[in-house]
């Protein structure tokens, strides 16, 4: 029997304490709706994850409501917080995101998620190169290209990071040459190092010769390179 007395009162300290905390987290808002809504998500935790784990872990999402506070004064819709905080962001917002939609009608739109996964993969490997550069721009006017055929149904996402991959690679090992744009040369060497990249780089290949008037072409295979 004191073991059930003890466990009530533990219980009893744990959710007074995530009582408290919530409270204390609440004050940090300016919008009284967004205040009242980090409360009821609070006490929704408590019941989902157990008022212990609720009470030690409740702060970590305080930044998280306030900058949806700062930025909408409101919870948005999937799509507005998708585009701010991106997938891997609100993958760090797993619990909200699940009372948002339990709670508010925020739905997840795992399209929409996988999409913002890609375009911001893509957007990394645009960084690669500093702005400014000529290869920087030269991979850019390569992306557009992509992304126009993208607009005409042509590809997709996926297609257009796929093609990127290799597209920056050859303009890397070219650089590591001291050559720009990428000559035949150093198409060669490419494929020599990396022969399973033949498929993927060959767009990219033909759109140094017709588009930017480059003199190259793809290499003719050779039976070391076919037993690759």
């Given at each position: 029997m004191p073991a059930v007395g003890g466990s009530r009162c533990e219980a009893c300290y744990?959710?007074?304490?995530?009582?408290?905390?919530?409270?204390?987290?609440?004050?940090?808002?300016?919008?009284?709706?967004?205040?009242?809504?980090?409360?009821?998500?609070g006490e929704w935790l408590g019941v989902h994850v157990g008022v212990s784990k609720a009470a030690i872990t409740i702060q970590r999402y305080l930044p998280f409501f306030l900058e949806i506070e700062r930025r909408w004064k409101q919870i948005p819709d999937y799509q507005a917080l998708l585009d701010h905080f991106g997938a891997s962001g609100l993958r760090k917002a797993l619990l909200p995101m699940r009372w948002f939609e339990q709670c508010c009608g925020v739905q997840p739109d795992p399209a929409a998620k996988r999409r913002d996964a890609e375009q911001r993969r893509i957007d990394a490997m645009l960084?690669?190169?500093?702005?400014?550069?000529?290869?920087e721009a030269l991979l850019r006017r390569y992306s557009e290209h992509l992304l126009g055929r993208l607009s005409e149904g042509k590809s997709s996402l996926s297609s257009v990071r796929l093609a990127l991959f290799p597209a920056l690679a050859l303009i890397e090992n070219a650089s590591s040459l001291k050559v720009f744009p990428p000559d035949q040369h150093a198409i060669e060497?490419?494929?020599?190092?990396?022969?399973?990249?033949?498929?993927?780089?060959?767009g990219f290949v033909n759109f140094l010769r017709e588009t930017c008037g480059i003199a190259v072409v793809m290499p003719k295979t050779t039976a070391a390179s076919r037993e690759q």
């Amino acid at each position: 029997m004191p073991a059930v007395g003890g466990s009530r009162c533990e219980a009893c300290y744990w959710s007074k304490l995530l009582g408290k905390r919530i409270v204390i987290n609440t004050a940090a808002f300016k919008v009284d709706a967004m205040a009242r809504q980090f409360e009821q998500f609070g006490e929704w935790l408590g019941v989902h994850v157990g008022v212990s784990k609720a009470a030690i872990t409740i702060q970590r999402y305080l930044p998280f409501f306030l900058e949806i506070e700062r930025r909408w004064k409101q919870i948005p819709d999937y799509q507005a917080l998708l585009d701010h905080f991106g997938a891997s962001g609100l993958r760090k917002a797993l619990l909200p995101m699940r009372w948002f939609e339990q709670c508010c009608g925020v739905q997840p739109d795992p399209a929409a998620k996988r999409r913002d996964a890609e375009q911001r993969r893509i957007d990394a490997m645009l960084r690669k190169i500093p702005a400014g550069l000529p290869a920087e721009a030269l991979l850019r006017r390569y992306s557009e290209h992509l992304l126009g055929r993208l607009s005409e149904g042509k590809s997709s996402l996926s297609s257009v990071r796929l093609a990127l991959f290799p597209a920056l690679a050859l303009i890397e090992n070219a650089s590591s040459l001291k050559v720009f744009p990428p000559d035949q040369h150093a198409i060669e060497v490419y494929l020599q190092q990396v022969p399973g990249q033949r498929a993927a780089v060959t767009g990219f290949v033909n759109f140094l010769r017709e588009t930017c008037g480059i003199a190259v072409v793809m290499p003719k295979t050779t039976a070391a390179s076919r037993e690759q």
